[in-house]
Every structure is written in structure tokens, then in C-alpha cells.
Nanobody, 124 residues
Framework: QVQLVESGGGLVQAGGSLRLSCVAS????????MAWFRQAPGADREFVAA????????NYADSVKERFTISRDNAKNTVDLQMNSLKPEDTAVYHC?????????????????WGQGTQVTVSS
């Protein structure tokens, strides 16, 4: 069982930056592929970024590529999402997720563990 807790959300103007952090309860977080998803009101949960166990590979949604960076520190059981050049369309609740699958999957149904989410609001 892995518990995930996100933090770092807030209100920011367009063009600004935020850094989200996800802390995992498991000491073996290094055994999980980690990802960030987001969900806007009335919309489906959307893939944002994923990172492999060793952080050797990452995968990004086209809409955030070149603006967002996912990283992890297995010693600290954390996964971060650095978000730059934020746009109003980035407004959503951002969720951290974990899976024991090896691939950088984009489907939320393939992730087993989820955090409660943190709200990100970007004003125009």
C-alpha cells in the first residue's frame, strides 16, 4: 500500500511558475513508476507527465512539453513537477499517481495509487 500526498498548488498569474511535490509513504517508492495527472471541472482525468523508477526516462503530454519537468528523489520518497510558463488552460486539480508497471503509461486506469490532489489555478 502506498499513500501519496501532494502539495504546492495555488493561484498564479499566466506566465508564472509553480512547483508541485508528492510525498509517498512507502520506503520502496523506487519500485514504482510515478506520474502526474490533472482534472479540470467537467473534464476527464488527463495525463501530464510520468517518470521511470530510476528517473532515466520521462514522458510528457504534448500540451506541457517544454514547460513542465517531472523529477524524483527516491531517497526522499518524493516526485516533483516543475511548471513554468503557466497558462489558464493549465488550471486543474493535479494528482500524483503510482504504478508497479514498467512502462510510462498515459492511461489513468493503469495506475493503482492516487493522491487527493492539489488545486492549481492560473489567472489570465
Amino acid at each position: 500500500q502506498v499513500q501519496l500526498v501532494e502539495s504546492g498548488g495555488g493561484l498564479v498569474q499566466a506566465g508564472g511558475s509553480l512547483r508541485l511535490s508528492c510525498v509517498a509513504s512507502a520506503r520502496t517508492v523506487g519500485r514504482y513508476t510515478m506520474a502526474w495527472f490533472r482534472q479540470a471541472p467537467g473534464a476527464d482525468r488527463e495525463f501530464v507527465a510520468a517518470i521511470t523508477r530510476s528517473a532515466s526516462n520521462t514522458n510528457y503530454a504534448d500540451s506541457v512539453k517544454e514547460r513542465f519537468t517531472i523529477s524524483r528523489d527516491n531517497a526522499k520518497n518524493t516526485v516533483d513537477l516543475q511548471m513554468n510558463s503557466l497558462k489558464p488552460e493549465d488550471t486543474a486539480v493535479y494528482h500524483c499517481a503510482a504504478t508497479q508497471r514498467w512502462g510510462l503509461d498515459r492511461s489513468p486506469t493503469l495506475y493503482t495509487y492516487w493522491g487527493q490532489g492539489t488545486q492549481v489555478t492560473v489567472s489570465s
